[in-house]
C-alpha cells in the first residue's frame, strides 16, 4: 500500500509570501502529525491531529503558522507571510491510533526554502 | 518539559566496528521509547521501540537497545557496522497517555568507511 506522501517534494518562496504544504496520510491511519527538520533544531513537533481536530497545537512556533485536516485524511499546514528561519524540511507522519504506543510512519518531506 | 539527549553528532566507523550511539532523556514518568534511522534520501523510518518489558529490545538490521531506566538512557547497540548503516540516527521518547507526540533528540550522523 501507497506510505505517507508530500507535496510540494520542494518549495522556494520569497520571504513575506504564503505558502500551504500538503500531506497526503495512510489510509485509515486518524492521527496525524507534523513535524520541522532544520539545521541546528534537530526533529521538532508542530501540531497532531486526531481525526480532524487538533488537541495539541502546542509546537506551532507563531500565529503565522495554522493546519488543517478534512475528512480525517489530508492535512495542509500553512506559513503565513514567510521569514527565513522557516526554511526547513517540514515532515508528515500518520498514525494508527494517535498514542505513544503505535510507529509513526514518515513522508519524504518539504524542503522549505525562504530566500 | 521532556528532552532528549544524544552524546554524539558524528561518528566514524570502519566496517565490522562496533556501535553503540549514548541517548538520554529527561521525564521522571513512564516513557515510551524509539530509534528512528534516516538513510541517505529516504525517510525516516523506525528501527526499534521500548514500551515495557524486558529491557533488551532487538530491531531490524541487528541493531539492539538497552533501557537503563536507572540512567534514563536507551542507548542503541550494533555488534559489527556494515557501510549501509551510514545514516543518520534519531533517539525519541513520548510520554505513555499523551497524544503520542515525538521528541526527539539532535541526531547522530554515522558514517560507516568501507
Do not use: M
Not at chain 1, 16 to 26: F, Q, T
Not at chain 1, 90 to 100: D, F, I, K, P, R
Amino acid at each position: 500500500g501507497a506510505g505517507v506522501s508530500q507535496s510540494p517534494s520542494n518549495k522556494v518562496t520569497e520571504k513575506g509570501k504564503d505558502v500551504e504544504l500538503r500531506c497526503d496520510p495512510i489510509s485509515g491511519h486518524t492521527a496525524l502529525y507534523w513535524y520541522r527538520q532544520s539545521l541546528g533544531q534537530g526533529l521538532e513537533f508542530l501540531i497532531y491531529f486526531q481525526g480532524n481536530s487538533a488537541p495539541d497545537k502546542s509546537g506551532l512556533p507563531s500565529d503565522r503558522f495554522s493546519a488543517e485536516r478534512t475528512g480525517g485524511s489530508v492535512s495542509t499546514l500553512t506559513i503565513q507571510r514567510t521569514q527565513q528561519e522557516d526554511s526547513a524540511v517540514y515532515l508528515c507522519a500518520s498514525q494508527v491510533g494517535g498514542t505513544g504506543y503505535n510507529e509513526q510512519f514518515f513522508g519524504p518531506g518539504t524542503r522549505l526554502t525562504v530566500l | 518539559a521532556q528532552s532528549v539527549s544524544q552524546h554524539n553528532h558524528h561518528v566514524i566507523l570502519s566496517e565490522a566496528a562496533s556501535l553503540e550511539l549514548g541517548c538520554n532523556y529527561s521525564y521522571g514518568g513512564t516513557v515510551n521509547l524509539f530509534w528512528y534511522v534516516q538513510y541517505p534520501g529516504q525517510h525516516l523510518q523506525l528501527l526499534l521501540k521500548y514500551f515495557s518489558g524486558d529491557p533488551l529490545v532487538k530491531g531490524i538490521k541487528g541493531f539492539e537497545a538497552e533501557f537503563i531506566k536507572s540512567k534514563f538512557s536507551f542507548n542503541l547497540r550494533k555488534p559489527s557496522v556494515q557501510w549501509s548503516d551510514t545514516a543518520e540516527y534519531f533517539c525519541a521518547v513520548t510520554s505513555s497517555g499523551n497524544t503520542g507526540k515525538l521528541i526527539f533528540g539532535q541526531g547522530t550522523t554515522l558514517q560507516v568507511k568501507p
